[in-house]
């Protein structure tokens, strides 16, 4: 089994459903990674050690998510300079909460934030590749061919 370049870490097993876009989009592209459901209020210990351990491992992006006070990619940040993509999980504000608890990180601990929902889980799978492909050129090339398929696609499309 290749050691996965991806960990997807979400909050609670129902936010699955949207993460799975990202899982999808990485699996698109042939990026090996693996999923887990770790809370950053709830198991934070078992966080921190897993990422760890994930980063000994050979994992070059992180990507959390979760909704409401969420917390867990800031966290997965504090304890690791890999990449660290966020993904908000609607909630109890419309995911306004979780957007804002992302993406207002403190200075020398980046997060990268996505859009709330289904849009933001697809673009951060694909942002990770995006990552990956700066030292991949066979995956920078299926990038390029998709992105091709998608414009060809939409120049096909008439209104008749």
């Not at 799978?125 to 990038?143: E, N, W």
Request: hydrophobic letters at 45%; aromatic letters at 2%; glycine letters at 8%.
């Amino acid at each position: 089994m290749t050691a996965p370049k991806v960990a997807i870490l979400m909050g609670s097993k129902s936010d699955w459903p949207v993460v799975k876009l990202a899982s999808d989009q990485l699996n698109t592209y042939g990026v090996p990674h693996e999923s887990r459901v770790l809370s950053a209020h709830r198991t934070p210990d078992e966080v921190v050690a897993y990422v760890r351990d994930a980063e000994a491992r050979g994992v070059k992006v992180f990507i959390g998510a979760a909704g409401g006070a969420a917390h867990l990619a800031g966290v997965i940040a504090a304890h690791t300079t890999m990449p660290v993509l966020a993904i908000p999980i609607t909630s109890k504000l419309d995911g306004l909460d979780s957007l804002l608890s992302m993406v207002q990180m403190p200075k020398g601990v980046p997060v990268g934030c996505l859009a709330i929902g289904e849009a933001g889980a697809t673009n951060a799978g694909i942002l990770a590749v995006q990552i990956l492909s700066t030292s991949d050129p066979a995956l920078a090339q299926k990038l390029k061919d998709a992105r091709r398929a998608e414009a060809d696609r939409i120049l096909k499309d008439t209104l008749s």
